[in-house]
T-cell receptor
Framework: NAGVMQNPRHLVRRRGQEARLRCSPM?????VYWYRQLPEEGLKFMVY????????ESGMPKERFSAEFPKEGPSILRIQQVVRGDSAAYFC??????????FGPGTRLTVL | EDQVTQSPEALRLQEGESSSLNCSYT??????LFWYRQDPGKGPEFLFT???AGEEKEKERLKATLTKKESFLHITAPKPEDSATYLC??????????????FGKGTHLIIQP
């Protein structure tokens, strides 16, 4: 059973561009969570999704950030008009229920 | 607001020297307390879930315990491959942002041969 997959692993964008991060959950997992890890800080919850529904987006900035988990295909975290402060590691986790969350390897976003 | 504080921030041990990592938490209605291990450049690796005070779980050289205010991760006779950052997280009552985990900043553990 493959683990959580994220791509790309590394992403470089210039200020003002869009960043699109993908997450494929583990087989059989219908709950997806996105977290951000800034240098020297802990992991911060951003958004929780189930298939085709955003359940909790209380940790996600109101502007420029959006997330989706379509019926078919991976979950997408989209950041529009990136700024240098968006540089971070973004982790996706999946869960078969609402308990243990299993994390992917992360996408390291660098904004130039 | 849920909060997690881990101590120490960093810990250096000799191989075979047992110790404990601390995780203090405040949460509204604990649904679960989680321990993860994170290696540099990688995602967190799940270790344990604890649900109620008094509960204990073990895996190889690691043992996690839980009280109403804190959790301990005991490491017995550690080896260099146990070197990593250990993360503690809590999940509070449903709703209001508590569906996600609230993480501490971690304890960076180094085991010297």
């Amino acid at each position: 059973n493959a683990g959580v997959m994220q791509n790309p692993r590394h992403l470089v964008r210039r200020r003002g561009q869009e960043a699109r991060l993908r997450c494929s959950p583990m087989k059989g997992h219908s709950h997806v969570y996105w977290y951000r890890q800034l240098p020297e800080e802990g992991l911060k919850f951003m958004v929780y999704l189930q298939k085709e529904n955003i359940i909790d987006e209380s940790g996600m900035p109101k502007e420029r950030f959006s997330a989706e988990f379509p019926k078919e295909g991976p979950s997408i975290l989209r950041i529009q008009q990136v700024v240098r402060g968006d540089s971070a590691a973004y982790f996706c986790a999946s869960s078969p229920s609402m308990d243990e969350q299993f994390f992917g390897p992360g996408t390291r976003l660098t904004v130039l | 607001e849920d909060q997690v504080t881990q101590s120490p921030e960093a810990l250096r041990l000799q191989e075979g020297e047992s110790s404990s990592l601390n995780c203090s938490y405040t949460v509204s209605g604990l649904r679960g307390l989680f321990w993860y291990r994170q290696d540099p450049g990688k995602g967190p690796e799940f270790l344990f879930t604890l649900y109620s005070a008094g509960e204990e779980k073990e895996k190889e050289r690691l043992k996690a315990t839980l009280t109403k205010k804190e959790s301990f991760l005991h490491i017995t006779a550690p080896k260099p491959e146990d070197s990593a950052t250990y993360l503690c997280a809590v999940q509070g009552a449903r709703g209001g942002g508590a569906d996600g985990l609230t993480f501490g900043k971690g304890t960076h553990l180094i085991i010297q041969p």
